[in-house]
C-alpha cells in the first residue's frame, strides 16, 4: 500500500459526459501528480501540482482540467469524453516539489471506460 | 530531456540474479537514475535511485557506470512476483521546469518458475 488513496477504481460513462477522479495523497506530500496510461500510448504524464499551485503541465488535453485544495487533495476533471480517453488514470504523490531524489508514490489508478 | 534505452523484454528463471541494462548516454551531470516497476494492474512502484555511486537497498541494486552514460538494476534473486515492466528514467534536475517522472516503454521482465 502506498498510502495514495484513489476513488473511484472502476468508472464506466459514456461519450459526451463529464467525469471526475478523486485523489488524497500520502499524509506529508505536498505534491500531486496525475498520470494517463492506455494501451497504445504507456504512462503520460498529464499535470502536477504542489501545495495548491500548477507546476508542471505534460500531454493535458483541454478537455481535462485538474485542481488541489487546501487539504491536498486532488482532483481530476475529464469533460466532453470519448472512446480514446478511455484508459487507466494514476495518481501520485511526492514530498516535495520534485526533486531529482525525491520518490514518486502511485495510487492503484482509477480504471475508465468510455462507452 | 535526456532519455534512456531499454530493452523491450527479458526473461530470467526463478531464484536466479537478473541483470536490467539501460543506456542513457546524453544524460547531464545532476540527473538522477531511477528504477520504477510496474506490476500488472497496478501503479508504478519505486524501486531504487542513483546518481553516481552504486546503491542498494532491500529491493535490488543499481550499478551505474563510471562516465554515467549507463546503468544497470541487478535483482539479486529473482522470484514470481518480480516479474513486472521495469523503468529506467531520468529524473530532471532540480533547475529544470519539471520535477516528474518521464515514463519510456521499459523492460517487461518475465520469470520462468
Known amino acids: 500500500d502506498s498510502g495514495v488513496t484513489q476513488t473511484p477504481k472502476h468508472l464506466i460513462t459514456a461519450t459526451g459526459q463529464r467525469v471526475t477522479l478523486r485523489c488524497s495523497p500520502r499524509s506529508g506530500d505536498l505534491s500531486v501528480y496525475w498520470y494517463q496510461q492506455s494501451l497504445d500510448q504507456g504512462l503520460q504524464f498529464l499535470i502536477q501540482y504542489y501545495n495548491g499551485e500548477e507546476r508542471a503541465k505534460g500531454n493535458i488535453l483541454e478537455r481535462f482540467s485538474a485542481q488541489q485544495f487546501p487539504d491536498l487533495h486532488s482532483e481530476l476533471n475529464l469533460s466532453s469524453l470519448e472512446l480514446g480517453d478511455s484508459a487507466l488514470y494514476f495518481c501520485?504523490?511526492?514530498?516535495?516539489?520534485?526533486?531529482?531524489?525525491?520518490?514518486?508514490?502511485f495510487g492503484e489508478g482509477s480504471w475508465l471506460t468510455v462507452v | 530531456d535526456a532519455k534512456t534505452t531499454q530493452p523491450n523484454s527479458m526473461e530470467s528463471n526463478e531464484e536466479e540474479p537478473v541483470h536490467l541494462p539501460c543506456n542513457h548516454s546524453t544524460i547531464s551531470g545532476t540527473d538522477y537514475i531511477h528504477w520504477y516497476r510496474q506490476l500488472p494492474s497496478q501503479g508504478p512502484e519505486y524501486v531504487i535511485h542513483?546518481?553516481?555511486s552504486n546503491v542498494n537497498n532491500r529491493m535490488a541494486s543499481l550499478a551505474i557506470a563510471e562516465d554515467r552514460k549507463s546503468s544497470t538494476l541487478i535483482l539479486h534473486r529473482a522470484t514470481l512476483r518480480d516479474a513486472a515492466v521495469y523503468y529506467c528514467i531520468l529524473r530532471l534536475s532540480p533547475g529544470g521546469s519539471q520535477g516528474n517522472l518521464i515514463f519510456g516503454k521499459g523492460t517487461k521482465l518475465s520469470v520462468k518458475p
Open positions: 542513483g546518481l553516481t
Open positions: 501520485a504523490s511526492s514530498v516535495g516539489r520534485g526533486i531529482s531524489g525525491n520518490t514518486i508514490y
